[in-house]
């Protein structure tokens, strides 16, 4: 799998005033209008900071430091907008057999950090979890736990104001006050999760986070609206389970 860097681009602008923004704690209106991609919540730049006081807050950025020691950190001279794009991928639309845990939650707030080398943009989300169709061995989970959840890239807004993204273009983040379906993956050594893929539920309709092909993410505009999946909730949901189910019964 390769990748490559878009270029910024002005007009890509006007998909960040699409996203929601949002710091911890904050909740979106509900919207009748279909889901748009996410880049996710803007952080100040200084609640974004490495804390080598929290011995978790610092393992997690360490995971998102880059090696290359000629990537220069984050400032101000940085290029305000850098979106990441795959090349040539094809994704599990249901990936249970790399998911740790499988679950069904709320997003409670969610914010952006740096990693410890300030070079990197990672967002992490509480998600309060409503059901649970998958759970690790370790940690046992259900219904009303909060666990924390994160996905690379992110906004921080620096001091003087400049807002600087760093995104996939192909992996919408999740937004704070939405419901969502989550494939997720475990770390134990940060007691957190990497989310792998995921699905907004609106009752009605259900979108898809993330594209699962290369000819879905070769937008013609980058602030594309998310893709139903033309089912219910409730249906998505059951076939989900399914799916799981026979995956069970075929091993």
């Known amino acids: 799998m390769s990748h490559k860097m878009i270029c910024p681009a002005l007009n890509f602008l006007v998909l960040f005033s699409l996203c929601s923004f949002g710091s911890f704690a904050q909740t979106s209106a509900p919207t009748t209008q279909t889901p748009q991609y996410s880049a996710g ?22 995971r998102y430091n880059i090696p290359d ?13 850098e979106l990441q794009s795959v090349t040539h991928f094809k994704r599990d639309p249901l990936p249970f057999d790399s998911s740790d845990a499988v679950v069904v939650g ?9 990693s410890n080398d300030k070079r990197r943009l990672y ?3 509480k998600v309060e979890l409503q059901d649970v169709i998958k759970t690790p061995s370790g940690p046992y989970l259900k219904s009303g736990d909060s666990i924390d959840v994160q996905r690379e890239g ?26 969502y379906l989550l494939f997720l993956k475990y770390h134990a050594d940060t007691e957190d999760y990497t989310l792998l893929t995921g699905y907004q539920l609106e009752g009605t ?38 799916a799981l189910l026979s995956r069970k019964k075929g091993s």
Do not use: C
């Not at 990537?71 to 907008?81: D, F, Q, R």
């Open 41 to 62: 919540p803007v952080t100040d730049y200084s609640a974004a900071q490495p804390d080598t006081a929290d011995v978790l807050r610092f393992r997690r950025g360490e």
């Open 69 to 81: 020691p000629t990537v220069a950190g984050l400032g101000e001279t940085s290029e305000p907008i």
């Open 106 to 114: 709320a997003i409670k707030a969610g914010q952006a950090y740096l």
């Open 123 to 125: 967002s992490e989300f």
């Open 154 to 179: 992110g906004r921080v807004k620096l001091p003087s104001g400049k807002v600087l993204v760093r995104a996939w273009s192909a992996n919408s983040m999740p937004q704070i006050g939405r419901r």
């Open 205 to 242: 309709q259900v979108y898809r986070l993330d594209d699962l092909n290369f000819q879905e993410s070769n937008h013609e505009r980058v602030e594309h609206p998310l893709r139903g999946e033309g089912k219910s909730e409730d249906q998505f949901l059951a076939h989900t389970k399914n």
